[in-house]
């Protein structure tokens, strides 16, 4: 088993460019969390889906979209990229009230 | 505001000794994990506590809950500079969803 993959591992954006992460999970978990981390910070959720085709705001949403057309998919997109969006991303994956499994982020610098 | 906050922000200590991290948080919770993360990489998961559970061993590792106090401690024996990494709680509270809220971190260096 992969695990939690996370795609792409590094991306550059200019200002006002449009990107979107992709994370998998093959442990058919019915909870996926995309989180940011910046320098020196512990994560903070940007949104959160319990299921296929349900997706919800976590702490910190503005500028960011998501979509979970399947369920071992959830995709993080990014409209207009802005600096304050330079940070580390991770996905993660769960059960009810269980572990959370993480990927291996994803770094995104925007320019 | 952070549910989990970390304390020291900042721990240095020699190969062979004893490493104690706590954690508090502040509503009611479902459980409450410990991760730890390299520099540059991802989480890895070491310990989830129940709210009914007082403590937990996993090799090294012993993690204490004190739900009275909302408080939480991670302790690390016999520390090997491999140790060296940065160490989160994060808090499962009741009636947030399954949402997990990270503290800040203990940035733990463990000299050879």
């Known amino acids: 088993n992969a695990g939690v993959t996370q795609t792409p591992k590094f991306r550059v954006l200019k200002t006002g460019q449009s990107m979107t992460l992709l994370c998998a999970q093959d442990m058919n978990h019915e909870y996926m969390y995309w989180y940011r981390q910046d320098p020196g910070m512990g994560l903070r959720l940007i949104h959160y889906?319990?299921?296929?085709?349900?997706?919800a705001k976590g702490e910190v949403p503005d500028g960011y979209n998501v979509s979970r057309l399947k369920k071992q998919n959830f995709l993080l997109g990014l409209e207009s990229a802005a600096p304050s969006q330079t940070s580390v991303y991770f996905c993660?994956?769960?059960?009810?009230?269980?572990?959370?499994?993480f990927g291996p982020g994803t770094r995104l610098l925007v320019l | 505001s952070q549910q989990g906050e970390e304390d020291p922000q900042a721990l240095s200590i020699q190969e062979g000794e004893n490493a104690t991290m706590n954690c508090s948080y502040k509503?009611?919770?479902?459980?409450l994990q410990w991760y730890r993360q390299n520099s540059g990489r991802g989480l890895v998961h070491l310990i989830l506590i129940r709210s009914n559970e007082r403590e937990k061993h996993s090799g090294r590792l012993r993690v204490t809950l004190d739900t009275s106090k909302k408080s939480s401690s991670l302790l690390i024996t016999a520390s090997r500079a491999a140790d060296t990494a940065s160490y989160f709680c994060?808090?499962?509270?009741?009636?947030?969803?399954?949402?997990?809220?990270f503290g800040g971190g203990t940035r733990l260096m463990v000299k050879p």
């Open positions: 993660a994956s769960s059960s009810l009230q269980e572990t959370q499994y």
């Open positions: 994060a808090t499962d509270a009741r009636n947030a969803g399954n949402m997990l809220t």
């Open positions: 509503t009611s919770i479902n459980n």
């Open positions: 889906s319990v299921g296929e085709g349900t997706t």
